[in-house]
C-alpha cells in the first residue's frame, strides 16, 4: 500500500471521545505507511486541514462543536483530494447515506466497527487516493499537451488566414460535403430522471459519456456535439460505428446493473451511413436525418441500422435482424431498419 509520490499517507481522525481517538489511532498505527494525527475538537480539525494535507479523513458524526457530515462537508472544500470516512451510529444512517449521494463522504462505518473492517476500508480509500493523485497527473499532462496543440493550432489558423487574405478570398461558411458513418445516442425518459434526482442523475450522464468517449476514441470516430442528453458522432465506416454503438450498449448494461431499477440510464441508438454536410462544427444531411429517426424507433438498450449500414457490414455481422421498411420523416423513400440482437433491455 505504499505510495509512489509519498514515504507515508498522512490520517486525519476526530472523534469528541478522547478513549475512541486512541483506539482508532492505536488500530491505525499498525500500517506502517499511517501517519495519523488525531484529535478531539472539530475546530482543531479544521485548523488543521488548514494548515496541511491529509490523505484521508476519519471522522464521527455525534459531536457536540458540529456533526461529522458538516465537519466533512467544510474539508471537502479545504481538501477537496482528501478521502472522507464518517463513524456513525445506527440511528443517522439516513444521514450518512444522503451524505455519500451528495459526495460528502466516501464511505461510512457503523459504531462499533471491527478492526479488520476499518483497516480495510482505509486501504481501499487510499488505493482510490492513489488513483486519484495518478489520473490528476495524467490530465495535467493532456492538458499540457492540449496547450501546445492548441497553440500550434492557432498558428496554423492565423496562417491560414493570412493565406486567405493574400489570395482575395472572400465567401461565406465553408461546407464541406462527404459521404460518412453517422451514430445518433439519446436517453430514454431523460426528463423523468432529471424530475426525481437531478443530481444523480447528472453524475450517472457524465459516467455514460465517459463510455461513449471511450469507444468513438477506440473506433476512430469524432464526436461530433453531446448536447444535452444526446450526442452524434462521425465514423469512418459503418462497421465501426456499429461496434462502437454495440459496445457502449453493453457496457452501459454493466453499468446499469449497479443502479436501482428507477435510476438506471438507457440509450436508443441509430446508425446510418449517407451524405452529410459539414458546417461550423455541425453535421447535416440524410446520414444525420436517418440516424436520428432510427435512434427514435428503437427500444430502450438497442441499436438500429440502415439497410445501407447492414450490406456494408453484413459479411462480419450475424446478430441482425430486420426490422421492416419504414416511411421517415422528411426522407423521400421508405428506409430498411434491422435491430440489433442481443441489446434490448429486459424489464
Not at 46 to 51: G, S, V, Y
Not at 59 to 65: E, G, L
Amino acid at each position: 500500500m505504499k505510495p509512489d509520490a509519498l514515504q507515508f499517507y498522512p490520517v486525519l481522525v476526530i472523534d469528541d471521545e478522547p478513549q475512541i481517538v486512541k483506539i482508532i489511532t492505536r488500530q491505525l498505527e499498525t500500517e506502517e505507511t499511517l501517519r495519523v494525527t488525531a484529535v478531539s475538537d472539530p475546530n482543531q480539525a479544521l485548523e488543521a486541514l488548514d494548515n496541511s494535507h491529509f490523505a484521508l479523513i476519519i471522522s464521527d458524526n455525534n459531536m457536540p462543536q458540529m456533526t461529522g457530515i458538516e465537519l466533512l462537508r467544510a474539508a471537502m472544500e479545504r481538501s477537496p483530494h482528501s478521502r472522507r470516512v464518517l463513524l456513525t451510529g445506527y440511528t443517522d444512517q439516513t444521514a450518512a447515506i444522503h451524505a455519500f449521494n451528495d459526495h460528502v463522504i466516501h464511505r461510512y462505518m457503523n459504531k462499533p466497527w471491527d478492526k479488520s473492517k476499518l483497516l480495510e476500508i482505509v486501504r481501499e480509500q487510499l488505493e482510490a487516493y492513489d488513483q486519484l493523485q495518478r489520473d490528476d497527473s495524467e490530465r495535467q499532462e493532456l492538458k499540457s499537451k492540449l496547450q501546445r496543440r492548441n497553440q500550434q493550432l492557432r498558428a496554423t489558423l492565423e496562417a491560414a488566414r493570412e493565406t486567405q487574405d493574400e489570395l482575395g478570398e472572400v465567401g461565406g461558411p465553408v461546407i464541406r460535403h462527404r459521404l460518412a458513418a453517422v451514430a445518433i445516442a439519446d436517453v430514454v425518459s431523460y426528463s423523468r430522471l432529471m424530475g426525481d434526482d437531478p443530481g444523480a442523475t447528472l453524475n450517472t450522464l457524465n459516467d455514460c459519456r465517459a463510455i461513449w468517449r471511450k469507444y468513438i476514441s477506440r473506433y476512430d470516430g469524432r464526436l461530433v456535439n453531446s448536447h444535452g442528453d444526446s450526442l452524434l458522432a462521425e465514423f469512418g465506416s459503418a462497421a465501426k460505428a456499429t461496434r462502437c454503438a454495440r459496445e457502449v450498449q453493453s457496457e452501459l448494461n454493466l453499468l446499469n446493473a449497479e443502479l436501482p431499477v428507477n435510476r438506471r440510464m438507457h440509450y436508443r441508438v441509430g446508425v446510418a451511413v449517407g451524405e452529410v454536410l459539414e458546417q461550423g462544427g455541425s453535421l447535416y444531411g440524410d446520414g444525420v436525418n436517418i440516424a436520428g429517426r432510427l435512434q427514435s424507433l428503437a427500444e430502450p438498450g438497442e441499436v438500429w441500422i440502415s439497410r445501407s449500414v447492414f450490406e456494408n457490414i453484413k459479411p462480419s455481422i450475424d446478430v441482425a435482424e430486420f426490422a421492416g421498411e419504414h416511411k421517415l420523416h422528411n426522407i423521400a423513400e421508405p428506409v430498411g431498419a434491422y435491430r440489433i440482437r442481443g441489446q434490448r433491455i429486459s424489464a
